[in-house]
Structures are given as C-alpha cells and as structure tokens.
C-alpha cells in the first residue's frame, strides 16, 4: 500500500511580529505587547507539536507557510492547516473537490484571559469555527482521518461568473460585492432565477454592497450583520444588502434571503468601480460599471473534517 502523502500548510509568525523596542511606541499599555509574544509562542509551539507528531507518522509529509502557497494543491492526500479559519479559507483556494483539509486551531481563544483584560482590550484569539483540531487532540483527530474512522464533509462554495466567464477561485465562507471606498455607494441590481428560468423581480439597490454567504460562512460576517445561521452542510446560499437606502416597505423584505440550490442571483453593477471580495480581503476581482455577475453553489464542493464529527 502507498504511504499516504500530506500538506502540512502553517500561518507564518510575522503576522504576530511586535518586537520590545517599539512595543511602548506601539501600545500604550504594555501588556498588550507580552499578550501578542504570548499568541507567538503559543502558535510556534502548536506547529512544533504538530510536526513531531508527524514524524511519528508511517507517511510523507513537508511544510509550507501559507504566504508561499501559489499554485493548486495536487498530489496528496490530506491538508492540515496550523493557524486558525482563516489559513483553512486560504487553503480552500487552492483545492478542488478531491482533497480534504483537516485544519488545527493553534491559537484558540482563552474564556479566562478574555475575562482578565476585559477592560484594557479585546484578548479574543481563534475562533477556530471550522477546525477540527487543537493541539490537544490532534493526534486523535488524524489517526481517525488516517485509519478511515472519521469522513470529511462536503461543504458548499460560491461559484461566481463575470459577464459569463467563471472566475477560477470559490468562496467557502463568503463573498462581498462592494465599491472598494466603503464610504462610497455602491449601485446594483439583482435578482434570483431558478433552474426552470422562472424569476424573482428586479431589487434595485443603493447601499454599502451585497454579502452572500454558504452555510459555513453563515455564522460569520453574515450572522454579525443580522443573518442568521444555516445548517452547516446546506447547500443553499445567504444573501444581504448592506444598510440599504430604503425604498420602501414593498422592497425591505427582498434585501434579505436565500438563494436556494437549484437557484442563481443574477446581478448588474452600475458604479464606476467594484470588486467581488472571496473570503475576506486579500482574493478580489474587479468589476465596472455594466459588468454582469451570476453567483451560485454550482462549484465543487470542499471536503473539510468538521469539529462536531472528531471530538
């Protein structure tokens, strides 16, 4: 039998990077500088752990950061993320419908030290929302993925197409339709249209943008704004019109809804600049005035081991 071959893809240290020097210039209250070193050196040791563990594993395996990831992921059999959701989305970028992804929280969030500096700052570290992992139990969770005890799940995406032409990255969270000023208004139109060509009317908007969401991404951006969360392995959409300018009654209840999975929104874009923002806001795409964009779950899937199937 072939030795199993994995991906292990890391959230680099730069992104907690405060040295002393230019910690008091940096903070005003200097624990917020040891709090940060401290996310540092939890996260390095979470990596550490994970890759000791590894080399106790019958299997081949090497490490990337994530900033190195440039091309598609092919030729292996698992992708472990050490980070938090967001090394998983930026992983889910680079993976069609055939490789799983196992993501490890490193860096989870402490109910105790969130209480302690309450009132000096926010000490919320990883949500982890989407990782099956911590370092704690890690080896557990791989040894059911590895002996076939515990089967990823199927997560919808977002397929996005710009005047017919389908875009090559999906969205496992969400994607954000926006003028890149956000103080800017931004100008569209949509509507739904089922499989059968039947449509929902015409919603002319004038607002901050349009958010859609999968059911994963439902807990996230979209439930912060006032949506609310879908079963995780849904394969309909959730869509929201940013602090719309009212047009009235006939109209409020057309800002907020579901693009079911036999459905597509087909929408127009009629300000001078825009983008389609995939899972945050480092993957975008431009759009211009007149560009046509259809959003759907017809992408493939992302198998992704959840946490309430490996505990």
């Given at each position: ?69 440039s091309q598609p992921i092919h030729n292996v059999d698992l992708v472990v993320t050490v980070g938090g959701d967001g090394t998983l989305l930026q992983a889910s970028h680079f993976l069609d419908d055939s ?12 109910a105790e030290e969130v209480e302690k500096f309450s009132n000096e700052f926010d000490a919320t570290r990883s949500t982890g929302y989407l990782c099956a992992a911590t370092v704690k139990n890690f080896e ?60 929902s009317p015409l919603v002319n908007c004038r607002s901050s943008g349009l958010r859609i969401s999968t059911a994963a991404g439902s807990t996230a951006a979209m439930h912060s704004a006032g949506g609310f ?83």
């Open positions: 039998m072939a030795r199993r071959k994995l991906l292990l893809l890391l959230k680099p240290f730069d992104v907690y990077q405060v040295t002393q020097s230019n910690a008091v210039s940096s903070f005003s209250n200097p624990r917020i500088f040891h709090y940060i070193d401290n996310r540092r050196k939890v996260h390095k040791e979470a990596i550490n752990v994970c890759q000791k563990i590894l080399q106790q594993k019958p299997i081949d395996w090497k490490p990337i950061f994530r900033n190195n990831l490789i799983p992804v196992l993501g490890v929280n490193s860096d989870p969030t402490q557990q969770v791989l040894d059911g993925f590895l002996e076939d005890q515990i089967v990823p799940s199927k997560l919808s995406r977002i397929s996005v197409s710009v005047n017919s032409k389908v875009l090559p990255t999906c969205a496992l969270n969400d994607i954000l339709i926006a003028h890149p000023c956000p103080a800017t208004v931004s100008r569209f139109s949509f509507k739904i249209r089922g499989d059968d060509e039947t449509c969360p879908m079963p995780i392995l849904s394969r309909d959409l959730q869509y929201m019109v940013r602090e719309p300018i009212s047009q009235g009654p006939a109209f409020s209840r057309l800002m907020h809804g579901l693009i079911k999975s036999d459905q597509s929104m087909d929408a127009s874009w009629f300000s001078k600049e825009g983008f389609v923002y995939f899972d945050g806001s480092h993957v975008f795409h431009t759009i211009q005035n007149g560009d046509t964009i259809e959003i759907s779950s017809k992408a493939p899937v992302l198998q992704v081991v959840l946490p309430h199937l490996s505990t």
